[in-house]
């Protein structure tokens, strides 16, 4: 159901003061900040714990200190998993949504602040995820507020089944091509100055084409922690 800026402010302010226990990056440019106390791991597939919520920019995001920008969903993996860890630990002062572009704004201790941001057509992409199922996010340009276990609409069913079909369909892609093939011995992909990344708001963002005419890549796809005997520096 669609909520108004009231209701969300009403259903983040139990997080205010709550710590950021793990941030940690997903497929593609997602990025997870675990909000609260860690739940004990439910079952040998499960490698990160819960926290009591968590927080998801999904695409397109910056952490922001005073008036710079210190990290991106477009830098590189290394540096965002670096950057990262200065969130940790670090406590909820507020949550807010811009009132014409939806976009979340999350001010944290130390005068950091990540910020769920939107660069192309569309609503930004971020969802606020309770332990209950219920979740908020941003559909049809409105906050939206729905339990996983409701039934959807028609329409929206439909929606729903085309995403989740496109979601497994990029778990499934990044699977396959995240293989390494040669083990980086003289230095990973992304180090290596043949690499060109591939820009993109999903799972794709891991990966880079080769343009090094000697390497057996050349022109192919590859994992940015994969390698070859022909990397240059």
């Known amino acids: 159901m669609n909520i108004s800026f009231e209701e969300f402010n009403d259903l983040v302010k139990p997080l205010i003061g ?5 941030a940690w990056k997903g497929h593609g440019t997602a990025l997870f900040l675990e909000i609260g106390m860690l739940r004990a791991l439910k079952d040998r597939n499960q490698n990160i714990p819960d926290g009591e919520v968590c927080i998801s920019p999904d695409f397109e995001w910056r952490i922001e200190f005073e008036k710079r920008v210190l990290c991106g969903s477009s830098n590189w993996i290394p540096f965002i998993e670096e950057k990262l860890k200065m969130l940790e630990g670090l406590e909820i002062l507020g949550i807010s949504v811009d009132p014409v572009t939806l976009e979340l704004e999350i001010k944290l201790t130390n005068d950091l602040i990540v910020r769920a941001i939107k660069l192309t057509k569309g609503d930004p992409d971020w969802t606020i995820r309770y332990l209950d199922d219920n979740y908020i996010s941003v559909e049809n340009s409105c906050l939206f ?26 778990h499934e892609t ?30 794709i963002n891991d990966f880079g084409i080769c343009s090094n005419q000697y390497s057996a890549f050349d022109g192919k796809a590859v994992y940015s922690s994969s390698g070859c005997p022909a990397f240059v520096e």
């Open 18 to 22: 709550k710590p950021v226990s793990l």
């Open 145 to 170: 507020y729905q339990n996983d276990n409701d039934p959807p609409d028609e329409v929206d069913g439909e929606l729903e089944a085309r995403e989740k079909e496109i979601i497994r369909h990029g």
């Open 174 to 203: 990044y699977d396959r091509w995240s293989a390494i093939t040669l083990a980086p011995k003289r230095g990973k992909c992304d180090d290596c100055k043949f690499y060109i990344r591939i820009d993109s708001d999903s799972f």
